[in-house]
């Protein structure tokens, strides 16, 4: 089953903060994020296991509630190079190791 | 240090044709993934493979559609008699055979069917 992100789109100024949501109605083992620019592959962010872990670098962050099934990726004092799509893919676990992803969230940094 | 390799990046097809998608995956990684990406679209799950077998194919129509990853080579993405709906990105990727490893993918292949 798909996830579900939020918001679908979001149109920032430079410096100012997002916040994207992923959640899933079955329980899972790990989330990954991928931001992914238009015509080109998806780039791999970041990676959470279960276990309510949370992950950063840079200005980007993220953190995954096992019990909620959810997970939030925070861009703080987002820069131009933060645009594009943003993805998460989530992994049930068991033998099932493929990624099911979000249908995205589309970020635009404005000067 | 390569990274997934897919080629070719680009390709036009009439319509009834057979395409031909390949992946070379990283270095050290032997499990593949075929991913499908309909313009505007997310990433949708086809087919994982680990090499010589497929493990998980829920993703692949059930027509038309197959993919190997032999013993020596690099995986194929097969799709037979392309219509128009086929045309989309089809990305691959790949990962090391330890578990809850990230997944790489490659700068996809655009197929285009005309």
């Known amino acids: 089953q798909q996830p579900v992100q939020s918001p679908q789109a979001v149109i920032l100024r430079e410096g100012e903060d997002a916040v994207i949501n992923c959640s899933s109605s079955?329980?899972?083992?790990?989330v990954h994020w991928y931001r992914q620019k238009h015509g080109e592959a998806p780039v791999f962010l970041m990676i959470l296991l279960k276990g309510g872990e949370q992950k950063g670098h840079d200005k980007i962050s993220a953190s995954f509630n096992e019990k909620k099934q959810q997970s939030s990726l925070y861009l703080t004092a987002s820069q131009l190079s933060y645009s594009g799509t943003y993805f998460c893919g989530t992994e049930i676990g068991g033998s099932a190791r493929q990624l099911t992803f979000g249908s995205g969230t589309q970020l635009t940094v404005l000067p | 240090n390569a990274g997934v390799m897919q080629n070719p990046r680009h390709l036009v097809r009439r319509r009834g044709q057979e395409a031909r998608l390949r992946c070379s995956p990283m270095?050290?990684?032997?499990?593949v993934y075929w991913y499908r990406q309909l313009p505007e679209e997310g990433l949708k799950f086809m087919v994982y493979?680990?090499?010589?077998?497929?493990?998980?194919e829920s993703g692949m129509p059930k027509e038309r559609f197959s993919a190997e990853f032999p013993k020596e080579g690099p995986s194929i993405l097969r799709i037979q008699q392309v219509v128009r709906g086929d045309s989309a990105a089809y990305f691959c990727a790949s990962s090391p055979p330890s578990t809850r490893n990230t997944i790489y993918f490659g700068e996809g292949s655009w197929l285009t069917v005309v």
């Open positions: 493979l680990q090499k010589e077998n497929i493990i998980d």
């Open positions: 079955k329980a899972l083992y790990s």
């Open positions: 270095k050290g990684h032997s499990h």
